[in-house]
């Protein structure tokens, strides 16, 4: 099972950015979905993540700018980021969390925000 994230890049104070991250190789629908995010010089961090009910979660620093949504057929997951600021900037992390409790990670897609 792999998953690729896709979507960073540069963007000024005030931009949007549009993460996604599709699962391939898997016979099952993961349980749960989401994002996490690692700054330089710190730990990774819950962004959002989405349970297979629809469920979601968000980290307190991004409710209201960030909405997180998933297309549950294709083991797909998106990350809509609005009015972004530059304590946004890390690396973002696509997870997956699967019915057998295995975690599988992407391979991170760098968010800078400019100020």
């Known amino acids: 099972v792999q998953l690729q994230a896709s979507g960073g890049g540069l963007v000024q104070t005030g931009g949007s950015l549009r993460l996604s991250c599709a699962a391939t190789?898997?016979?099952?629908?993961?349980?749960?979905m989401g994002w996490y995010r690692q700054g330089s010089g710190n730990q990774r961090e819950l962004v959002a993540v989405?349970?297979?009910?629809?469920?979601?979660e968000y980290a307190d620093s991004v409710k209201g700018r960030f909405s997180i949504v998933r297309d549950g057929a294709k083991n797909t997951v998106y990350l809509q980021m609005n009015n972004l600021k530059p304590v946004d900037s890390a690396v973002y992390y696509c997870?997956?969390?699967?019915?057998?409790?295995?975690?599988?990670w992407g391979q991170g897609t760098l968010v800078t925000v400019s100020s």
């Open positions: 997870n997956g969390k699967s019915p057998f409790r295995a975690n599988y």
């Open positions: 190789g898997s016979s099952f629908s993961f349980d749960s």
């Open positions: 989405i349970a297979k009910s629809g469920t979601t």
